[in-house]
């Protein structure tokens, strides 16, 4: 925990992988795939790489997509794809990346803010989240675990897709119908 390697990303980006990602079409609610928690991965399987892979290319072709869950493209898995570079929200930019088996470690100040989700196009919700927030996790390819430090709006994108390996919607997360709203711009 104190290596200062162990912090940050290291320089990984999705070269690693050294596999050419594939679209997958994005499942919606209610399908039952969103709902199941994710099993833990071997980060370093063939099968994982390409999975990886997989997430950053299809999350590279939707606009305004800062992160993508496996369940999303259909798969019970505990990995996902977030990268929020260039949104205005953001404040700690840590680029593209892919975490495995991913856990909060810390989460604190709390704060309120609107979600949407690619699997749940029609909705977007007001959502409490850690506005700072550590987490650990594996890296696709290499297994290198990793502690990521963050804050604002990459802890949120964080929270959201670490929750969609757990089987949960930002729908299960609003405090109630009150919050939620129906999209009025579609992109
Ligand atoms: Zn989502």
């Known amino acids: 925990m104190s290596d200062p390697d162990y912090v940050g990303l290291g320089g990984w980006t999705p070269a690693e992988l050294a596999v050419p990602g594939e679209v997958r079409p994005v499942v919606t609610a209610p399908d039952g795939v969103l709902s199941r928690p994710g099993p833990e991965v071997d980060p370093t399987s063939d099968e994982v790489v390409r999975l990886a892979a997989d997430l950053v290319a299809t999350m590279r072709v939707s606009p305004g997509c800062v992160g993508l869950a496996a369940p999303q493209v259909g798969v019970s898995a505990q990995v996902f794809a977030v990268d929020v570079t260039g949104h205005p929200k953001a404040l700690t930019v840590?680029?593209?990346?892919?975490?495995?088996?991913?856990?909060?470690?810390?989460?604190?100040?709390?704060?309120a803010g609107r979600e949407g989700c690619m699997s749940v196009p029609d909705l977007t919700g007001d959502v409490k989240r850690a506005g700072r927030l550590v987490v650990?996790?594996?890296l696709p390819g290499s297994g290198r675990p990793v502690r990521l430090v963050t804050d604002g709006f990459e802890a949120r994108a964080l929270q959201h897709e670490i929750d969609h390996c757990a089987g949960l919607l930002f729908l299960d997360r609003v405090a109630g119908a009150h919050a939620v709203y129906q999209r009025k711009v579609y992109l």
């Open 136 to 138: 650990e996790g594996a």
């Open 94 to 111: 840590h680029g593209v990346f892919v975490l495995c088996n991913a856990r909060v470690v810390e989460a604190s100040r709390w704060k």
